[in-house]
């Protein structure tokens, strides 16, 4: 069974900086060969992808993010991060951890974490 350890959300001002972090946990589970991404969904909205980072380094950010959330990973410590900077009162969501092996159906979703934007 594939185990998500997802921490760091919390209350924030705007402006303010906060860092996710995703961990994952499953006997025989490869991270490194894992996409591993952060989505979020603010209340009454659709989930949407916030950052992906391939098994290879590669990494993609939202248009809405760009410029202040870094996505990152180690795989000798099977984590993932979301660096959040200059956060936006529209960054309030739950952020949930996502990892996906590809070319297969291994595609695997943590319990998510709140950040709150507010003043």
């Known amino acids: 069974q594939v185990q998500f350890v997802e921490s ?4 924030v001002q705007p402006g303010g900086s906060l860092t996710l972090s995703c961990t994952v946990s499953a006997s025989g589970f490869r991270f490194s060969i894992y996409a591993m991404g952060w989505y979020r969904q603010a209340p009454g909205k659709q989930r949407e992808l916030v950052a992906t980072i391939t098994s290879g380094g590669n990494t993609t950010l939202a248009d809405s993010v760009k410029g202040r959330f870094t996505i990152s990973r180690d795989n ?3 984590t993932a991060w ?9 960054d309030t969501a739950v952020y949930y951890c996502h990892a996906k092996r590809a070319f297969t159906f291994a595609d695997y979703w ?3 974490t709140q950040v709150t934007v507010s003043s």
């Open 110 to 112: 943590g319990q998510g």
């Open 8 to 11: 760091g959300g919390g209350l």
């Open 82 to 90: 979301l660096q959040m900077s200059d956060l936006k009162l529209e």
């Open 76 to 78: 000798a410590k099977d």
